[in-house]
């Protein structure tokens, strides 16, 4: 089964957020990851990170997609980005799942396709992120959340446990602890479970 990951960068973007995920998702035969942002060209973030992107109206939506929206202070900014957001609620219609990480499900949540979903965040910014939409069920002790083709994780390197259980539901649960293993990565496989939740 072929998947391609479209991962939407903005400057500011938070690194484990992207890459964490990516380590695991890249495990998979025929699992292949894109990276888009507005204008296209290099994203950089506060880790001094440069990728090359490509720009978001080249997006192709055959195939089996993922729309990928991480976190990081990047989303402050983006947030109030109007053709932003419509652009993400765009691509997400289109895609056969989207995933969020971190303060990124607050960029899913403007959309409007969160309303009446169960959702989670970063932990520390949870309120902030609450701010974006009082229609999504906020799930704040979770670690991530599935909610019919969308997936939304708590801060950074609860991506990770996401992508793990992503793994596992589509390749089975096997391939997602071999992943784990050979990236030497403790994965949190309770989605409802999140060791920062009141800290």
């Known amino acids: 089964m072929q998947i391609t990951f479209n991962i939407i960068l903005f400057p500011d973007f938070e690194t484990l957020d992207v890459f964490g995920p990516v380590e695991v998702f890249g495990k998979v035969e025929n699992w292949s990851m894109q990276y888009y942002s507005m204008q296209g060209g290099l994203i950089s973030n506060q880790d001094n990170l440069r990728i090359k992107t490509v720009t978001i109206d ?38 056969q799942y989207v995933f969020t990480v971190c303060t990124g499900s607050a960029l899913l949540a403007k959309t409007g396709l969160l309303n009446g979903k169960e959702a989670t965040s970063n932990k520390r910014a949870f309120d902030w992120v609450m701010d974006s939409s009082d229609k999504v069920i906020w799930k704040r002790q979770a670690r991530w959340v599935i909610d019919d083709k969308y997936y939304t994780s708590s801060g950074i390197s609860a991506g990770i446990d996401m992508a793990l259980e992503f793994v596992s539901n589509l390749k089975g649960i096997d391939e997602a602890r071999e992943i784990a293993h050979r990236i030497e990565y403790n994965w949190q496989g309770d989605k409802d479970a999140d060791n920062f939740y009141n800290q």
Not at 58 to 78: A, S
């Open 58 to 95: 080249k997006f192709n939506p055959e195939g089996i997609n993922v729309l990928f929206i991480p976190g990081g202070l990047g989303t402050r900014k983006e947030i109030d980005n109007n053709e932003f957001i419509k652009r993400i609620k765009f691509l997400a219609e289109y895609c």
